[in-house]
């Protein structure tokens, strides 16, 4: 068997690497750039030695014995000729530089600041605050200092010369002092500076006169105590800055002389990390399973970008290392460094500002270490955190009324990619060779299988039979998905915990997932092309996890508002309210046929007998046989009307949107809360298809007659907006008169645009109302505002009366030319038609100018639209980052990953607000719920005191398991 | 100078006494720096609040009727 047991992280340790760390975990030292000889088999002490690890699979590792696949790969070593700054520290490089003593590398602070620092370091830690915030301020009050206080050496500014260049900055004797201190001595009548004379010069400075004369005739350079008296003298400064680069070396002498309580000021722990192994001596070279070759088609070998690098590493080494040898001159010696350097820095990061990216022969930048790393396609992000997995499945999506919201409809050729992994028992060894049997082609059938021993056979359809009857206790059996399975199905974007929910597989032809368009708002999926992700669960833990918590029914109440995410959409709601608002009357077939695909079948007692004799059933009595029957519930519904329900009947009140609807339908909502997720799901379930019934058996349909207003009506809408015309034209007139007076707080422009916003406005209202009284209550347009299945009355007046005003950012439209919006128009036009009043409706068409502001309107909400989902996303995606490591932990506390605190109990009190009721007016009558329970569950009064408070809820384990129980019979187990 | 530890909407703020905050610590299971922090300048805190204190918060809550909150006096 293979190693794979997973292994607990006992601690991480962050740090650097000593260089003798390097060597000892090297497996060889690296010497030669070339990688592999004419034989095509990798050099000795070469980048591709075989000691790094293998990649051909069937070769033994030198160093480990592995094979390939269970080798790591090891580690190798280069010794550089020459210190190289390590580009990843090149910002605590500098700070080190200028915080510590040129001379004596003690840190530049007095030893009652350095510990004060130390005691706020470990404040900061204890607080878990930024401890860059404490050891930035000690570097800053560390580089005040122009003296070490433990040496006194003078220290000197450090000017850092991005990426990896560090000079020293010091002030000295300028070559041109004779000059200046002659040009000073001259003096400057205008400015009314008197001439100095060197007797006054010597006598002010006290300097001999003829060492004057010598520094005025440059013979003498003046030593630094001089200098200053002279520049006093003469108020001038006879300095130039001069810089002293510092060579890596010079650096790494400088680190290896702080003391470690030094570096302890600065956050660094001494036992981990020295400072000087910031500068590397040796390099780490990555083993070859990090930088595997590849052979090309034409039998070519490619190497990866990483190798590349490192053969550019080895030869400027090399190169170093023979022209040091053979003596050259110092410029050729700082080149090569600075060569080397460079190939250092690149091999670790080839990003960097200021230095040019190393390059591929093709021109395409190299992809070396930091860039492995970094970014959305890095390692983290890309790697780590979004992996692609085995087990998913993605394609488009389609409605299945005939589906239960629990279920989805997997594809027959994903169910047979996606296998369950079923453990073989004598139970159950007569499906597994059923299933082995069926082979990989046939569903459902299986996949693999994987014998006691541990060895994994493929199944295919030569040697399904045999295998088939091979099958016993203790195989596994890697089997199709078939109807009942869980899955996980998922759409993107997952912006709240309801985009990613358990289904119930069932196996169907063709090529679509298939899902019950209940489901739709949650996932926010509509089927225009949309696709979904399903993955299929691997072990018994998620399985059971995924169907007690992940379910669809589960998820029916939104912790967002805590209602109902979950409810009749579009179509269900306009069947409902055609089923309900008139109350209509059916006959028995009828009724029966409404009733054909739920759980009814038995219709009650009729209403009564129409005139022919005949038993008939109202719309209430069929939705009445959906409640639970002492569902007891009075509220306002969405037409406005009193809904009331009493002991599971519909008594009053039209079923639309408020009362079954997603986003808080009232009785779905009470039935969650009340009856609990199960009895939602049928009730949700039975709605949706009942309605469907409805919605056929009236019929509903909608064309361009529905929005077509007779001749008169359209004469008085005309009539309305020429009225409203007019009025625009009277308030232009009186704003041009200056007779128009402002509004409080506005000018005189803006008056009038507003006003003139209203009028027309008005005019549209008006036109609306008047469409309005042309259509019948039976309009399918009309039905579907007044249910809330979809469109508004808004929708209609701009389609039968007049589409109105268009607005850019709330404004009429203004934009386009010099003072008018279209050059059909006179300057400065103030009227409703020059600013985008469209007088016509959607049915009658609109003119070209309509058309024209009409589509910039329109084109602000595209824009709008898409402005806004990307701020949204960037703003999730921000929260998420803040909040993920949130948890509410068993005491009931908030806390972070560090245990930290952020609230004492859960939002406040403690409460999921899935748990409570969503307003006042809905309490959850949680006596009815306990008396009604404990009224079924016993016939006597003792029996029932016997059990009193001990009985848990059952767990749902299945769409048909939860059928048969709510149908009272009890699911016998199978053991 | 308007007095904000007065205001209605500012829920009652009190240095907690050592022996309580014992209690607290031992409850939750934590150092008192585990605890959300409030800045000694905050107008709300009582003037006898130092550094290092701990600040008791009740305020009135709509589903709890009260909720308290601690919180470590920091600079």
Redesign the interface.
Known sequence: MQDTTPKDIGSLSFGLMEPEEYREMSATKIITADTYDDDGFPIDMGLMDPRLGVIDPGLECKTCGKHSGSCNGHFGHIELAAPVIHVGFTKLIRRLLRGTCRECSKLLLTEDERDEFRDQLTESR???RDLNDVTKAAIRQARKKDRCPFCGEIQYDIDHEKPTTYYEVQQVLTSEYSQRIAGAMQGDEEEGVERTTPDELAEQTEIELTRVNEILSGSFRPRESQRKAIEKALDIDLTEEDTNKLMPSDIRDWFENIPDEDIEVLGINPERSRPEWMILTVLPVPPVTARPSITLDNGQRSEDDLTHKLVDIIRINQRFMENREAGAPQLIIEDLWELLQYHVTTFMDNEISGTPPARHRSGRPLKTLSQRLKGKEGRFRGSLSGKRVNFSARTVISPDPTLSMNEVGVPDRVAKEMTQTMNVTERNVADARRFVSNGPEGHPGANYVRRPDGRRLKVTEKNCEQLAEKIEAGWEVNRHLIDGDIVIFNRQPSLHRMSIMAHEVVVMPYKTFRLNTVVCPPYNADFDGDEMNMHALQNEEARAEARVLMRVQEQMLSPRFGENIIGAIQDHISGMYLLTHDNPRFNETQALDLLRATRIDELPDPSGVDDEGEPFWTGYDVFSELLPDDLNLEFTGTVGDEVVVEDGQLLKGTIAEDEVGEFGGEIVDTITKVYGNTRARIFVNEVSTLAMRAIMHFGFSIGIDDETIPGEAQARIDETIADANDRVEELIEAYENNELESLPGRTIDETLEMKIMQSLSRARDNAGNIADEHFQDDNPAVVMANSGARGSMLNLTQMAGAVGQQAVRGERINRGYEDRTLSHYEPNDLSAEAHGFVENSYTSGLTPREFFFHAMGGREGLVDTAVRTSKSGYLQRRLINALHELETQY?G?VRDS?????Q??FG????SPVK?SSDDDNDIDVDQIASRVLDSEFDSETERDEFLGTRPEPTNLSEHADDRLTDGTEVSSDD | MVDVSQHELVPEHTVLEEEALEEVLEE?D??R?????IKRTDAALPDDAELGDVIKIVRD?R??DQ????RYV?E
Request: proline fraction near 3%; charge should be negative; hydrophobic fraction near 30%.
């Open positions: 204890k607080l878990s005491d506390t560090s245990d930290t605190i952020i004492f109990e406040e009190d403690g409460t409570v | 939750y934590i150092d720096t585990d605890l959300p922090k809550s589903t709890t909720s308290v909150v601690y920091v």
